[in-house]
């Protein structure tokens, strides 16, 4: 069975600072990972995903993501927060490239301050 | 290009009362369809997935059902609401051949 943690329901940074959000995974198989993002009062859109090749993934608006199998984690980062990027991310995990099924994580809200 | 949509955005029902949620999707055909709901602390969970019409598949037991009538449309029912029914739910369709997932813009449903 596939599982994801997400650690960190909330995080608070600065503008202008590092964004980094945790994101570890369980699966028997590879697994293909994904994040999303969930801005206030829009639907869900995907910010990158992995599924095979290279391990560093870049995404819209500036985030990217590592895949570290040793860790089992996909950590979603940013170098520099800007006040745009507050919003809730979810970590989610699949089995195969066409699966009919997302396991997605809790969320983690990401509050930006000026 | 592909759309979906999704309503109401907002929804107050007593319990016990019937629940009819409707997605529709256009600029494609024959997509793979889906009911997620997103309860506080709890994430999204898949509800029902669909791969055709009249083609249902439940991920978890619940109080509620869903229907395929047409080829993008899906529908997510109830006949009687309980508490445990409020949440966020998300209405999502994919192509087909790849894996990303385009969701609608969701309906908050208070039960009380």
């Given amino acids: 069975a596939q599982s994801v943690t997400q650690l960190g329901s909330h ?9 980094l959000l945790r994101c570890n995974y369980s ?3 590879p697994p293909y990972l994904f994040w ?5 009062n829009q639907g ?9 090749g290279a391990t560093l993934v870049k995404g819209i608006n500036g985030f990217e993501a590592e895949f570290k199998k040793s860790e089992t984690s996909f950590h979603l ?3 520099s927060a800007h006040m745009s990027d507050a919003a809730e991310y979810f970590c989610a995990v699949s089995r195969s490239y066409n699966t ?8 983690t809200r990401l509050q930006v301050f000026p | 290009s592909q759309t979906i949509h999704q309503w109401p955005a907002t929804l107050v029902q007593p319990v016990g009362s019937p ?7 256009e600029g494609t ?3 793979n369809l889906y009911w997620y709901r997103q309860a506080a602390g709890r994430g999204l969970q898949l509800l029902f997935y669909s791969v055709g019409i009249g083609q249902i598949s439940s991920e978890v037991p619940q109080n509620l059902s869903a229907s395929r009538p047409q080829d993008r449309q899906f529908i997510l029912s109830s006949k009687k609401l309980l508490l445990s029914d409020s949440g966020f739910y998300l209405c999502a369709h994919r192509r087909g051949a790849g894996e990303k997932l385009f969701f609608g813009s969701g309906t908050q449903l208070s039960v009380l």
Avoid at chain 1, 100 to 107: A, Q, R
Wanted: glycine share 6%.
């Fill in chain 1, 77 to 79: 980062t940013k170098p």
């Fill in chain 2, 29 to 31: 055909s024959n997509p």
């Fill in chain 1, 36 to 40: 999303y993002v969930q801005y206030p």
């Fill in chain 1, 27 to 29: 699966s028997s198989v």
């Fill in chain 1, 100 to 107: 009919d099924k997302l396991i997605f994580g809790t969320g």
């Fill in chain 1, 44 to 52: 869900l859109q995907l910010l990158l995903k992995y599924t095979t």
């Fill in chain 1, 11 to 19: 995080v608070s940074v600065s503008e202008g600072a590092l964004v």
């Fill in chain 2, 19 to 25: 629940l009819s949620l409707e997605c529709t999707v």
